[in-house]
């Protein structure tokens, strides 16, 4: 399972810009998303996902494992869940699905 999208270091390590270029930073956070979801589908064999990813709309770099959230799970009982799944199960693809910044989801 991955934690993503990693935003604190791509904003200015692979984007070049400052954490307040919003719309830049959003046409990444959609791009990145489609290419995950493809890569996922395309990796697993059928009937069978050892996959598992973890995507919140804030600006961070590793840290929030029990702050960020998606419904009511966090970055470590979402790994949980995914780490107690069979290998058969559907990956497991959390999405906080809102435009960066969520301020209202990334209080740490």
Not at 34 to 59: I, K, Q, V, Y
Not at 60 to 84: I, K, N, P
Request: hydrophobic letters at 35%; a positive charge.
């Amino acid at each position: 399972m991955r934690v993503l999208p990693c935003r604190g270091m791509q904003v200015s390590s692979i984007l070049g810009v400052q954490p307040s270029a919003d719309s830049t930073i959003n046409a990444y956070g959609a791009l990145f998303t489609t290419r995950l979801n493809a890569s996922l589908r395309l990796s697993a064999p059928p009937g069978r996902s050892p996959h598992g990813a973890f995507e919140d709309s804030c600006l961070h770099h590793t840290r929030g494992w029990t702050v960020y959230r998606v419904g009511a799970l966090t970055q470590a009982s979402a790994f949980a869940q995914w780490l107690g799944q069979p290998a058969s199960s559907s990956p497991l693809w959390l999405q906080q699905d809102k435009a960066y910044p969520c301020t209202a989801c990334c209080k740490p």
